[in-house]
């Protein structure tokens, strides 16, 4: 009878991770949102860069975000010099990443920013308009000095947002959660994982919940043409 008990728990064990793995596709597609919105600008004679996350923070991922799931994002912004006889070539690259986990135990919402300058910050907030006030401050950057940029070239920027509303960390540390702590039981033979991380992680690949992407581009610019601003 222990055997079969055993073996029922495992079944068990693994339906109810399949079912996480399918809720969370249904999830990934309902949450499906745009890119941020870049504003460029001089600022004391740079090129300057704000992004706009307010397009991320749809009232889908929020609905998630109460339920339980993280929202966790990449930002990856790119200065391109535009060049009609051959490749754009890109001049610099930066990137920001920030996570937000709905906390049920205080209600607090906690953010982990790293932001373009890779200034890191970690706080908890009432509201998740708290939240998109402070990346509105912080998603903040100063590119290049525009005397190094020429003065009779072109440029644009282009920014990618990568999405996941629950990283296979997260799922990883709830299948650990269903095993009620007896790892050992389901250890997959010289892997070191168990065997729902691994179905877990299988049925991640097949379905491509690796990331969600999306980028969009900026209209090309001259240096001059940049307008003040702060």
Known sequence: MGNVSKIFLRARRRSIALCICLIVVSYAVDAYAGVPRVARFNYNDSLAVEVDCSELLTDRRVELLYNGYPLSFILTLSLFKEDRLWF???????SAR???VYQRWNRQI??????????????EFESV??????????????LESLSELEISSRYYLEIEVEYRNLTFE????ADKWLKNGNYSEDTAAGTGSSVGEGVLGFLWD????????QKTTTESFRPDELRRGY
Do not use: Q
Request: glycine letters at 6%.
């Open 88 to 94: 754009d070539s890109e001049i610099m690259k930066v």
């Open 98 to 100: 920030f996570r937000v």
């Open 110 to 123: 906690l953010l982990e920013l790293s932001d373009f300058d890779g200034v890191s910050l970690s706080g």
């Open 129 to 142: 308009s708290d939240v998109a006030l402070v990346l509105e401050e912080r998603l903040f950057t100063v």
């Open 170 to 173: 997260d799922v990883k540390a």
């Open 206 to 213: 097949m379905v491509g919940l690796k990331a969600e992407r």
